[in-house]
């Protein structure tokens, strides 16, 4: 069968103009994480015709990914996520570009990584503090938008960083001087300024000192409509794409649904006070 990529993604017109199919054909997608959330988010993006693609992880599959991750089979146990990746994207649209960075995302390769960009994904692991900081700090100085969401239980939070909006480090109240425990609470305040999770979460289960974190498969794949549809948005200006301080929370166990701006980020009174709280709730 002769491939063709406008009868691949035909369906997506309707939704999509070709003008706008044109531009995720010829747009240059980053994800730094291809586990959970960046699996899932792989598949979404090939299969709305994203055509290039930057994929880097430097982890292999392991058993203890099987819950939530869609790379995660028994044929791929050991095998780095990025060449599964990149094997999926190539069974969707064997004419993609795909650049992979099998080390993640490093001082090294940071510059290469953005290079010719389009919109940048972060689905790094919950703990990649440095790797972050270094991610969202090149993306901005080169006017790319970053966007994540993290899972929460049964949801997720979005969060989109504008290169001309809020900072990253701002938002989150991310200072040079803060200890790890300091940084993992402002995190979890960050992505979680309503903790639904908490109301049914055993908490006991988290084990942060071995940075072990409880996960259903359910909200990656939640995450991955999202994201699409996001990354889609600010490449085709289908719509008004949203930022931070403004967040979106949504939990489908519960059923919720919450859209908040927090004019300070996690700076305000009111979210540094919760801060303590979290400080006290956390196991030392």
């Given at each position: 069968m002769e491939y063709s990529y406008?009868?691949?993604f035909s369906r997506n017109l309707g939704f999509l103009s070709h003008e706008g199919q044109t531009r995720l054909r010829n747009a240059r997608v980053a994800i730094a994480g291809l586990g959970g959330t960046g699996g899932a988010q792989v598949?979404?993006?090939?299969?709305?015709?994203?055509?290039k693609f930057h994929l880097a992880d430097p982890d292999t599959f392991e058993l203890v990914n099987f819950n939530r991750q869609s790379g995660a089979t028994i044929p791929n146990i050991g095998?780095?996520?990025?060449?599964v990746a990149r094997e999926t994207i190539l069974s969707i649209n064997p004419e993609a570009d795909i650049q992979t960075f099998d080390s993640g995302v490093s001082v090294g390769n940071i510059d290469t990584f953005l290079e010719e960009v389009d919109v940048v994904v972060d689905s790094l692991d919950f703990y990649c503090f440095e790797e972050r900081f270094l991610l969202y700090g090149h993306a901005r100085a080169k006017g790319l938008w970053v966007l994540t969401a993290p899972p929460l239980g049964f949801g997720?939070?979005?969060?989109m960083y504008d290169p001309k909006g809020m900072k990253f480090e701002d938002y989150f109240g991310f200072r040079p001087d803060m200890?790890?425990?300091?940084?993992?609470?402002a995190l979890i305040a960050g992505i979680a300024p309503?903790?639904?999770?908490?109301?049914?979460?055993?908490?006991?289960?988290?084990?942060?000192?071995?940075r072990r974190l409880p996960s259903v498969a359910a909200a990656p794949f939640m995450i991955a409509g999202v994201m699409a549809t996001e990354v889609a948005r600010v490449l085709t200006g289908k719509g008004s794409a949203m930022a931070v301080p403004t967040v979106y929370q949504f939990d489908a166990l519960l059923r919720q649904f919450r859209k908040k701006t927090y004019r300070w980020g996690m700076r305000g009174p009111i979210q540094r006070l919760k801060q303590i709280l979290l400080d006290r709730m956390l196991p030392r």
């Open positions: 406008f009868e691949a598949q979404a993006l090939a299969r709305m015709g994203i055509g095998r780095l996520k990025t060449d997720f939070t979005l969060l200890s790890e425990r300091q940084r993992v609470i309503k903790p639904f999770m908490l109301k049914y979460m055993d908490r006991s289960r988290p084990d942060f000192e071995g």
